[in-house]
């Protein structure tokens, strides 16, 4: 099978693709926009970071599951393990700037400062390294995986560079086709509702009316119509099970637009 991620090889993305897949075919790709584009034509499936327990949502991915039609079939959480990557002969005393994807910036940011780096934002973590690899900047290095360090024969100066050791981001996997309830699901929609006092209070009431627990809730502006939002939720349970269906079919008449982007197996936090 083969598998979309965004970014270069030693990439999160990728390292989260082979933690949920046997065996996959990865295939990189420069941008989310690439990422979602190829599934059905050049892959099966593809792995979409969502979420950082210290940074927050990925907006982009977010927006682009709004106009997709790919289905959620999965979700894999990394724990995510900074490190600062070099040449072999640099020590952290020569290092003056660092590049790395802004997320990675913004959860070493502690690490950053106390040595008065000058950060310099970069399309992706293993893409810095590679970058650094092919192109020789002496006072420089990167913010990535090992694995990354490891693919471009990188030197490691500093591991574990994050600010807070619980760094954990969760991926979903898309696909074409709905799996089957397991009995330990979630599902994830994305609605609007009216705006008008109360209008959410009631939508999220279809829920606490039914003992559906939410696992997760933000939201995002809607384009064209300031100060009115999408709001994406995960809830537990399968669009299969008649409780879910009922909740969603009464969802409807208290929203005025309702997405479901897919019910998939709950996973795992290794901490």
Known sequence: MKVAFQG?????????????????????????????????????????????????????????????????????????????????????????????????????????????????????TAGSVKMLANNIIKDAAAIASRRAAEIYNMKILAESIEDDKNNYTRFLILGREQTKPTGNDKTMIIFATKHAPGALYEALGEFASRNINLTMIISRPIKGKPWEYNFYLDFEGHVDEPNIKECLDGLKYKTSFLKILGSYPRAKIDI
């Open 8 to 124: 270069e090889r030693g990439a999160y993305s990728e390292i989260a693709a082979l933690k949920y897949f046997d065996n996959p075919e990865l295939i990189p790709k420069k941008t989310l926009v690439d990422v979602f584009d190829s599934v059905g034509k050049e892959v099966d499936y593809a792995v979409v970071p969502v979420e950082n327990s210290l940074e927050g949502s990925v907006n982009e991915a977010y927006d682009l599951l709004l106009t997709t039609d790919l289905i959620v079939i999965g979700e894999v959480y990394v724990r995510i393990i900074h490190c600062l990557i070099s040449y072999e002969d640099n020590t952290i005393k020569d290092i003056k700037r660092v590049y790395s994807h802004p997320q990675a910036l913004g959860q070493c940011k502690g690490f950053i400062n106390a040595h008065r780096f000058e950060v310099i934002p970069y399309y992706d």
